[in-house]
């Protein structure tokens, strides 16, 4: 069974630090991550995706990739309050048009 | 921007009723899904459909669930007999083709309430 695993949370940080999400996942073979951010009640927004190894930017958010360790993880710079919301890593399926969700880490940014 | 539009936004609906849920995709997209989410839970995978047919369905898709789409637009989702334990927000989403790159794009969700 293909896993993705993230920390629930609640991840607690002070306004303007950086917000450190991570993720694991268990398909060796998967090539695509995505990062979505659900407020409460709202459905998953796609904020990022990544698919080679290293750091892709955009904005404040820094994907990072690293498929030998079979880890994905988000950095938000400059935290805000309007970034509190629960943070869910997904992962397409090598094989199949699956994508298989992690449970989300929960984003608390302190004013 | 394009989005995929669910309706209605909320259903309430008595236990043994038939529900269905309805989903416009975004346009040129070719792959569509339905997701789960019992409220403080995780998003589940239903099922997946391409070329009228479904690519791929999860244990929680059983024989009361079925997907149809009944024309160019609509993708629907029906629940036969509904079950307290149905009551969740229910997530469709659409991805445009087969590259691996592709993100899905969700709707809004519906939520379903089973008294």
């Known amino acids: 069974q293909k896993e993705v695993e993230q920390n629930s949370g609640p991840l607690s940080v002070p306004e303007g630090a950086i917000a450190s999400l991570n993720c694991t996942y268990s398909?060796?073979?998967?090539?695509?991550f995505f990062w979505y951010r659900q407020y409460s009640g709202k459905s998953p927004e796609l904020i990022m995706s990544?698919?080679?190894?290293g750091d892709q930017e955009d904005g404040r958010f820094t994907a990072q990739l690293n498929k030998a360790s079979q880890y994905v993880s988000l950095l938000i710079r400059d935290s805000q309050p309007s970034d509190s919301a629960t943070y869910l890593c997904?992962?397409?399926?090598?094989?199949?048009?699956?994508?298989?969700f992690g449970p989300g880490t929960r984003l608390s940014v302190l004013p | 921007e394009p989005e995929v539009t669910q309706t209605p936004s909320h259903q309430v609906t008595q236990m043994g009723q038939e529900v269905i849920l309805r989903c416009v995709p975004i346009s040129n997209h070719l792959y569509f899904y339905w997701y789960r989410q019992i409220l403080g839970q995780k998003v589940e995978f239903l099922v997946s459909f391409y070329n009228n047919e479904i690519s791929e369905k999860s244990e929680i898709f059983d024989d009361q669930f079925s997907v149809e789409r009944p024309d160019g637009s609509n993708f629907t989702l029906k629940i036969r007999s509904t079950k307290l334990e149905d009551s969740a927000m229910y997530f469709c989403?659409?991805?445009?083709?087969?590259?691996?790159?592709?993100?899905?794009?969700f709707g809004d969700g519906t939520r379903l309430s089973i008294l």
């Open positions: 990544i698919y080679s190894n």
């Open positions: 997904a992962v397409k399926e090598n094989y199949g048009q699956n994508f298989v």
């Open positions: 989403a659409s991805r445009s083709w087969d590259g691996s790159n592709q993100p899905q794009h």
């Open positions: 398909d060796r073979g998967s090539q695509s």
